[in-house]
């Protein structure tokens, strides 16, 4: 039986959240808010834990014990599901239906800021800005480019003041966006991108210089970027950006809770 761990108590987990090798900066952001559904095994001493949180189910924990069936079982359907190692992963095939989601992982060791001043010079075509997102120009956000951003933050107030972002515009639109995915602990943030998806924004560089901006002002205030890419053109961006030493892995996507491999 599978309990859910109490809201305000939830840093605790931190460690037992930390043997997962991807991702590990949205699970301990979650934690750190408190925001997310939190199942474990034991509130006193957890051996395994489920994180519910919007899109993503996170599985951490001691793939031997008892009661790791009983996580996979409380995994929902249709969300990116992360596994802390191909052991888990390997047991969680066996008992339910995934589909493997390929991701990438890159490392930020070697981001300086001189190569990022080198993008920088790129000149924009006429008519097009680079800025610093301020709280108007979330206002301001078109709603597809609002919602995959704000959903992770309180207010507009919030994705300006606990976040880090930049964007193109043409005149008053942005036309694109790269951001802290969510609200910035410890130093350290995972980065999203996001263009408009009109054609004519596309293939402009936009992303390149937003992105070259946001990751200066990172490592000029002592910041730690993350990359997790889940595409080629993501990936392709990263390597131009200075990120290195790319590491393929799998999430996956549960597509029937119920039916196990075992016929139950």
């Known amino acids: ?29 979650v934690l750190r808010e408190g925001n997310g559904r939190i199942l ?42 992360i596994f802390p ?25 070697k981001l300086n800021i001189e190569h990022l001043n080198k993008l920088l010079e790129k000149e924009l075509a006429d008519g097009f800005t680079l800025h610093k997102v301020d709280v108007e120009t979330v206002y301001n956000l078109n709603i597809k480019l609002a ?3 704000l959903p992770w933050f309180d207010s507009p107030e919030a994705f300006v003041h606990r976040g880090l972002a930049y964007c193109i515009k043409e005149g008053e ?14 130093d350290e943030f995972e980065i999203q991108v996001l263009t408009d998806d009109d054609p004519k924004y596309r293939r402009k560089g936009f992303a390149t210089i937003a992105s070259a ?18 595409n080629e053109i993501s990936a392709k961006l990263a390597l131009k950006l200075g990120f290195t030493k790319p590491k393929h892995y799998n999430a996956f996507i ?11």
């Open 1 to 29: 039986m599978l309990i859910e761990f109490p809201a305000k108590n939830q840093t605790t987990l931190i460690p037992l959240f930390e043997q997962n090798a991807y991702l590990f900066i949205v699970s301990k952001t």
């Open 40 to 81: 474990v095994d034991d509130i006193k001493n957890p051996q395994v834990a489920l994180m519910s949180y919007k899109v993503f189910e996170i599985v951490t924990g001691n793939v031997k014990s008892i009661h790791a069936k009983a996580i996979l079982e409380n995994i929902r359907e249709n969300r990116l599901v």
């Open 85 to 109: 190692n191909e052991e888990w992963a390997k047991f969680a095939m066996s008992q339910i239906n995934l589909t493997p989601y390929p991701r990438i992982k890159f490392s930020s060791s």
């Open 147 to 149: 919602a995959a951003f």
């Open 173 to 186: 639109k942005v036309v694109c966006i790269v951001a802290a995915a969510m609200p910035i602990f410890d």
């Open 213 to 230: 901006a946001l990751l200066k002002e990172s490592l000029e205030r002592g910041l730690t970027p993350h990359w997790d890419a889940d």
């Open 254 to 264: 549960c597509t029937d809770v119920q039916s196990s491999k075992n016929g139950k």
